[in-house]
């Protein structure tokens, strides 16, 4: 059973950065796309990043020149380092494999 730990949320004012981390388990991580997707409050999710095995990275436009995803195969690790964070970028984030997502960490950009 694949287990997904979200961390590395928190306040941040905008123009700021955060890294999100994300820990997988229970799957041979290497061989998967894994994904990063977000979820405003009352609003549905929305697909931020994904990295297929190799390491090429794809960005939904909202955040493509801002957001860095990458992955460590060696350590089944997900990140997420987000730069010059705008206020619309506060929300629930969640990385995912499939239709597995883990319980997410939240971000919140405040001035």
């Known amino acids: 059973e694949v287990q997904l730990v979200e961390s590395g949320g928190g306040l941040v004012q905008p123009g700021g950065s955060l890294r999100l981390s994300c820990a997988a388990s229970?799957?041979?991580?290497?061989?998967?796309?894994m994904n990063w997707v977000r979820q405003p409050t009352g609003k549905g999710l929305e697909w931020v990043s994904a990295i297929a095995p190799g390491g090429s990275p794809s960005y939904g436009d909202s955040v493509k020149g801002r957001f860095t995803i990458s992955r460590d195969n060696a350590k089944n690790t997900l990140y997420l380092q987000m730069d010059n964070l705008k206020l619309e970028d506060t929300a629930v984030y969640y990385c995912?494999?499939?239709?597995?997502r883990g319980q997410g960490t939240q971000v919140t950009v405040s001035s």
């Open positions: 229970g799957v041979t991580f290497s061989r998967y796309t």
């Open positions: 995912a494999l499939g239709s597995s």
